[in-house]
């Protein structure tokens, strides 16, 4: 059974950096991509970044463009989600997750979710 585990959450001050980690344990990744969402309490989940199989392509919400970068390690099995200039509204837990298709941003188009990794931004 391939599983997806992410790693490196924590609490942090606002303008901190956290970089999570997605372990993929069994095979290689999704032949389209990888994508990073996350869950805010009393919130629905979003999407927060994604990368294609390639590694050529990467795309972002709005709200974390220019601070948050997504990277994938095809020896380790692995998917970074480098986090800069952190905010107290990035507060969540968030989700590594397979795409069943490419260039979405949809939660519907993803699947093999990990158990997530909180993130806290408060001073």
């Known amino acids: 059974q391939v599983q997806l585990v992410e790693s490196g959450g924590g609490l942090v001050q606002p303008g901190g950096s956290l970089r999570l980690s997605c372990v993929a344990s069994?095979?290689?990744?999704?032949?389209?991509?990888m994508g990073w969402f996350r869950q805010a309490p009393g919130k629905e989940r979003e999407f927060v970044a994604a990368i294609s199989w390639s590694n050529t392509d990467s795309y972002y919400s709005d709200s974390v463009k220019g601070r948050f970068t997504i990277s994938k390690d095809d020896k380790k099995n692995t998917v970074y989600l480098q986090m800069n200039s952190l905010r107290p509204e990035d507060t969540a837990v968030y989700y590594c997750?397979?795409?069943?298709?490419?260039?979405?941003?949809?939660?519907?188009?993803?699947?093999?979710w990990g158990r997530g990794t909180q993130v806290t931004v408060s001073s």
């Open positions: 997750a397979e795409q069943r298709r490419p260039w979405t941003t949809m939660s519907a188009d993803y699947y093999n």
């Open positions: 069994g095979r290689v990744f999704s032949s389209y991509g």
